[in-house]
C-alpha cells in the first residue's frame, strides 16, 4: 500500500496559537466559563480550518480526494477539533471522553470507570507498570486507572490546551508523581513494511519516546483519529518492551457497513465530521492492522454486541428512563430534542451578544449531528466505539 505522507510537527506554532485561542481559561474552575473565554479572532481560524474539510461535501458527493485530504491533514484536523469541542465533552460528559457499556441501574460516572478497569484488567496491569495512554484527552481514565492499577502513566496528546487541562487536574487529584502529559504525535511514517520493520529509526518517528520504553500501552477511543491504523500500531509495538501489552477500545465501522449505501455512507461521514476523524475503517482492517505491526492477538471482541439491556448509546439517545442520578438527568436532558433545541438557540444567543466566539453554535450543531449517527450506528449494528482488542510484543 502507499505510504502514509506524516504531517510535520511544529510544537512552537502549536503552543502559539493554544496561547492565543486560549489564553489563561485553561486554568478556570468552570468549563462552560472556559469555552466562552476563547479568543475570537483564534476561534474563527480554527473553525475556518476545521469545517473546510465538511462544509459542502455531503456524503452522496464525496470523494476519494476528500478523504485523501483529510488523512493528509489528520493532525491539524485533530487538534482543531478539540480546541473547538474541547469546552463541550468536559460540559456535558466529564473528563473521560468515551462510551462504556451500562448495567441496570448504573450511575453514568460508574459505567464509565467500570469500563476502564475492565480494559485494565484485561491487559494486566499492576503496581509499577510504565503505561503509556496514547491520545490521553484531558487524562480522565489515565486518573482513574493510574488510581485503580497502581501505574504509572504517561499521557500522550497532540492538543496542547488539553495537556495543560490534565496537567492541572492531575495535580489536583493528588497523582502529579504518578501521572505526567508529553505532546505529540503518534504516527509512523510508512505502513507498507514488514513487522520488524517499525524498529528501524531511519522511517520517521512522530512518537518521541525511545524503542522498548513502556511496559504496556493502551487507547481509549483515540488511535481512531490516525490516517492508518498500522501506522499508529507500529508506534506503539516500537515503543513497547519485549513481552509489553497494548489494549485498545478502537471505533470502527461494523460487518454490515456497506459504502456503497448512501444511507451508511452518511452515518460515516456524521461521524467522522462530529468527532475529529479523518478516515474510520471497517473491524476487518483493524484486525489486519495489528498483526502487520507485528503484535500477536490474543483477545478480540465488539462489546457492544453484547446483549446489554441498556445500550452503549443511551445518553445519546435522550433516554431519560435509564439516567440513575441527577448528573445522569441533566447529561441525558441536553440530548433530548427539547434540550438539544434548547442549547442551539442558547449558543446563538451568546454568539449574537459576543459572548461567546464565533463558530460555537456550528461546533454545537455538528456534535449533535455526530450524536444522531452514533445513534443510528449503533442500533442498525453498522458502527462500534468498544472493539477490544488485547494484543502482546513478541518476547523474541
Not at 438557540?345 to 444522531?372: I, V
Amino acid at each position: 500500500m502507499a505510504p502514509i505522507a506524516l504531517e510535520p510537527e511544529d510544537h512552537n506554532r502549536d503552543a502559539a496559537f493554544k496561547q492565543a485561542m486560549h489564553g489563561k481559561s485553561a486554568t478556570e474552575k468552570s468549563n462552560f466559563l472556559a469555552m466562552l473565554k476563547k479568543d475570537q479572532q483564534s476561534q474563527q481560524a480554527a473553525v475556518d480550518e476545521y469545517f473546510k474539510h465538511w462544509d459542502n461535501k455531503a456524503a452522496g458527493t464525496e470523494t476519494d480526494q476528500d478523504r485523501a485530504d483529510r488523512r493528509s491533514q489528520y493532525a491539524t484536523l485533530t487538534k482543531h477539533y478539540y480546541d473547538l469541542a474541547t469546552g463541550f465533552y468536559e460540559t456535558a460528559w466529564g473528563q473521560s471522553f468515551h462510551f462504556c457499556r451500562f448495567a441496570p441501574n448504573e450511575p453514568f460516572p460508574q459505567a464509565q470507570a467500570r469500563h476502564e478497569h475492565y480494559l485494565a484488567h484485561m491487559m494486566g496491569l499492576r503496581d509499577g507498570m510504565k503505561v503509556l495512554d496514547v491520545g490521553c484527552g484531558v487524562g480522565g481514565p489515565a486518573r482513574e486507572i493510574a488510581r485503580f492499577a497502581g501505574v504509572d502513566i504517561t499521557g500522550l496528546n497532540n492538543n496542547d490546551y488539553q495537556i495543560e487541562r490534565a496537567t492541572m487536574a492531575s495535580a489536583k487529584a493528588g497523582l502529579s508523581k504518578q501521572m505526567r502529559f508529553v505532546k505529540g504525535d503518534f504516527m509512523v511514517g510508512n505502513r507498507s513494511r514488514s513487522k520488524r520493520d517499525c524498529e528501524d529509526t531511519d522511517l520517521p518517528q512522530q512518537m518521541s519516546f525511545p524503542a522498548e520504553s513502556f511496559d504496556a500501552v493502551y487507547a481509549i477511543e483515540a488511535t481512531v483519529h490516525a490516517p492508518s491504523l498500522e501506522g499508529v500500531y507500529s508506534q506503539i509495538f516500537r515503543v513497547l518492551k519485549p513481552g509489553g501489552v497494548f489494549g485498545v477500545y478502537e471505533w470502527l465501522m461494523c460487518a454490515n457497513y456497506d459504502n456503497d449505501n448512501p444511507h451508511h455512507r452518511e452515518i460515516r461521514l456524521g461521524i467522522e465530521q462530529g468527532d475529529g476523524i479523518s478516515n474510520m475503517v471497517k473491524i476487518d482492517e483493524a484486525l489486519k492492522a495489528v498483526k502487520a505491526a507485528g503484535f500477536e492477538l490474543e483477545f478480540n471482541e465488539d462489546l457492544a454486541d453484547r446483549p446489554d439491556v441498556v445500550p452503549w448509546y443511551y445518553p445519546l439517545a435522550g433516554d431519560l428512563w435509564n439516567a440513575r442520578s441527577l448528573w445522569d438527568f441533566f447529561t441525558v436532558l441536553r440530548m433530548t430534542k427539547l434540550g438539544r433545541g434548547t442549547v442551539h438557540k442558547f449558543l446563538a444567543a451568546l454568539e449574537l451578544a459576543r459572548m461567546a466566539p464565533p463558530g460555537t453554535q456550528k461546533t454545537g450543531d455538528s456534535l449533535a449531528l455526530a450524536g444522531d449517527c452514533l445513534v443510528a450506528g449503533g442500533k442498525e449494528k453498522l458502527f462500534t466505539p468498544m472493539y477490544l482488542m488485547i494484543a502482546r510484543k513478541p518476547k523474541a
